[in-house]
């Protein structure tokens, strides 16, 4: 038995991502995804018995209490940048397992202006092994080992890797809810972009924002009552592996090679049934890797296949059609939500000018 | 060799700050004498590295110090132009490396001695060592 089917997303509502909410707190940008989530979903406030939450900065508690929410069921998720996927599938197997009946996923970044994103304070591996090395900036320098090592084993360029962060700008060009909505990119002003940790540029690097969402899910009995056409969660997956990329066997492989072939085995589909992907993307470099671990892609030839490929929502197998973080902007561990809730917008058929066409079966990867 | 020396320097606190601090010490007195010292699983014959108190690779705590040959490869590397700590802006840009050791261990470092971007994947190097202060030794890797 698995949980396939037995939950669906019925309603999400996604703050528009910006470089700041001057003034607004976490808190307070959730509770208003989660209010006009459930408004789309046609879903009253007592209704949700359960909550689902990023943990790595949050407890559900305050954020309930916040918005006067009792609910049951309560976790937080802390996976980092996966953590908007991760807390859909721990709300789907809420559902299933009968702890709770209608659950609410919101997640948020509400950054202040200047703020990078911080590194750990405490004395350990990093400050011991690492940081007298002189690490670059952010999440950088674990993915630019990444590329370095798969242009050595596979041939792959920067160049062949450009098309990702230009194919998701022209996806995101007349997206309201898109840093960089309107101003389109061409390949050479990928390349021409500042290093900032060489293979990475600046340009295949996502932006530090603010912004976040909320989802409601609940069981597929009830769904079929409400407004929106039901996004069932078919399958899930979920997988861990090393912080320190360095520690991990293959620099080259991901998690995806575990949590995807979970995901599709309970679906009862194979990559090739996939008719558009949502996958993070935080560098140009981790998207493709995890494309390629997901089998949508044979490894190592994704370059090629970025090369030859229109993964615009125009295209013959579009990807991260609202522009994905790298386009939008990173709101911190909210990030990857928004491929969930791009893919719910997509499969409720709310996509507007960048709906695609077949949009039945979509994988989402956070 | 300074006084001056302004980039941070290593600050043991355990794996993610809830071992001991003297954990990591014949480490940091190998480098010192300008020796590169890891940790040995006797059990399954192997090396590792960072330093842990039970081997990562069979939870074994039959563990020793021993020394390593300082040979090894870049297996992956980074130029870093752009560094998390402002203290490195001066250096960059510069390569940081993940090297393989002969013996097996990977480790972080820079790779010196060379122009960043000549460096290559699975170029060999050997280890080089940097008196940062007079209480810390850095392990560094330039082409063999």
Redesign the interface.
């Known amino acids: 038995m698995t949980m396939r089917g037995a939950a669906a997303i019925v309603g999400f509502s996604e703050i528009p991502t910006r470089r700041t909410y001057e003034g607004r707190t976490a808190l307070g940008l959730m509770a208003e995804a989660s209010r006009d989530a459930m408004a789309d979903a046609g879903i009253r406030k007592e209704e949700i018995d359960g909550l689902v939450v990023e943990g790595g900065s949050f407890y559900p508690a305050p954020i309930g209490e916040y918005m006067g929410l009792n609910p049951n069921f309560v976790t937080g998720v802390s996976t980092m940048g996966a953590s908007g996927a991760t807390a859909t599938s721990v709300a789907a197997m809420a559902i299933y397992s009968g702890l709770a009946t209608t659950v609410l996923v919101t997640l948020s970044e509400a950054r202040t202006a200047g703020s990078p994103w911080g590194?750990p304070a405490?004395?350990?591996?990093r400050?011991?092994?690492?940081?007298?090395?002189?690490?670059?900036?952010?999440a950088?320098?674990g993915y630019?080992?990444?590329?370095?090592?798969h242009?050595?084993e596979y041939g792959t360029t920067q160049e062949q890797l450009a098309n990702i962060a230009v194919n998701q700008r022209f996806n995101s060009l007349e997206n309201e809810n898109a840093v960089f909505r309107g101003q389109p990119l061409e390949i050479d002003d990928v390349l021409n972009s500042?290093?900032?940790?060489?293979?990475?540029r600046l340009l295949e690097s996502v932006m530090p924002c603010a912004g976040g969402g909320a989802i409601i899910l609940t069981s597929a009995e009830r769904a079929k009552s409400l407004k929106n056409k039901p996004v069932y969660i078919l399958g899930a997956g979920i997988a861990c592996d090393p912080l320190s990329g360095?520690?991990r066997e293959r620099?080259t492989r991901s998690v995806v090679t575990r949590s995807a072939p979970i995901a599709l085995g309970m679906a009862g589909y194979g990559p090739s049934d996939i008719q558009f992907a949502q996958f993070y993307d935080c560098y140009t470099i981790l998207h493709a890797v995890c494309l390629e671990d997901a089998g949508l892609v044979p490894k190592g030839e994704i370059g090629p296949f970025f090369a030859s490929t229109d993964t615009t929502y125009k295209g013959e197998f579009p990807i991260n059609t609202d522009g994905g973080q790298l386009s939008c902007g990173q709101p911190g561990d909210a990030g990857g939500f928004r491929h969930v809730m791009e893919a719910t917008r997509q499969i409720m058929g709310r996509a507007g000018v960048r709906q695609v066409e077949r949009n039945d079966l979509c994988l989402v990867n956070g | 060799m300074t006084t001056e020396y302004t980039k941070p320097v290593p600050i043991p606190g355990g794996l993610h700050g809830t071992t001991l601090g003297d954990f990591t010490k014949p480490f940091w007195e190998a480098t010192k004498r300008h020796e590169l010292v890891i940790q040995r699983c006797r059990q399954h014959d192997g090396f590792f590295f960072y330093p842990r108190e039970l081997c990562p690779v069979c939870l074994s705590d039959d563990l020793e110090w021993a020394p390593v040959s300082g040979r090894g490869r870049v297996h992956a590397f980074t130029i870093v132009y752009q560094p998390n700590d402002p203290r490195f802006n001066e250096e960059a840009p510069y390569v940081y490396a993940v090297i393989q050791l002969d013996e097996g261990a990977r480790m972080i470092s820079n790779v010196i001695d060379i122009e960043p971007h000549d460096v290559q994947v699975d170029m060999p190097v050997v280890a080089v060592y940097e008196d940062i202060t007079p209480e810390w030794t850095l392990v560094k890797f330039k082409p063999a």
């Open positions: 590194s405490s004395p350990g591996l400050t011991e092994f690492e940081d007298p090395y002189g690490p670059a900036v952010a950088n320098t630019g080992l990444m590329y370095s090592r242009m050595h500042r290093y900032i940790n060489y293979p990475i360095w520690q620099l």
